[in-house]
Nanobody, 125 residues
Framework: VQLQAYGGGPVQAGGSLRLSCSNS????????VGWFRQAPGKEREFVAA????????AYADSVKGRFTISRDTAENTVYLQMNSLKSEDTAVYYC???????????????????WGQGTQVTVSS
């Protein structure tokens, strides 16, 4: 598994960005793929996750209704569509994957075995 996260950048508050996470090391077919973020001076926090095979999803309360996680089987890519962005969404966003997680563990960053490099999202107010 080799994850690449991209799509970050500067955006004004209220705007949108779409992050992508691809796996150049193979298929996501058996994996749970999660997005996490880390702001300066803060701990890494869960944002959203999707189980590739069943399309089950989970979201942090802070992003529910604004962010949507999805996957494209043809592109072997997981997307995080971020709408109505706020300054507090500013962070480095990471995607992660694991093939053994049960749903109760999706929000725990320590349970993911594979991580991509981060992509910076900066929301200006």
């Amino acid at each position: 598994v080799q994850l690449q996260a991209y799509g970050g950048g500067p955006v004004q508050a209220g705007g949108s960005l779409r992050l992508s996470c691809s796996n150049s090391g193979g298929t996501f077919r058996r994996y749970v793929v999660g997005w996490f973020r880390q702001a300066p001076g803060k701990e890494r926090e869960f944002v959203a996750a999707i189980k590739w095979s069943a399309q089950h999803t989970a979201y942090a309360d802070s992003v529910k209704g604004r962010f949507t996680i999805s996957r494209d089987t043809a592109e072997n890519t997981v997307y995080l569509q971020m709408n109505s962005l706020k300054s507090e969404d500013t962070a480095v966003y990471y995607c992660a994957a694991d093939s053994t997680l049960i749903q109760s563990s999706w929000r725990m960053s320590t349970q993911y075995d594979f991580w991509g490099q981060g992509t910076q999202v900066t929301v200006s107010s």
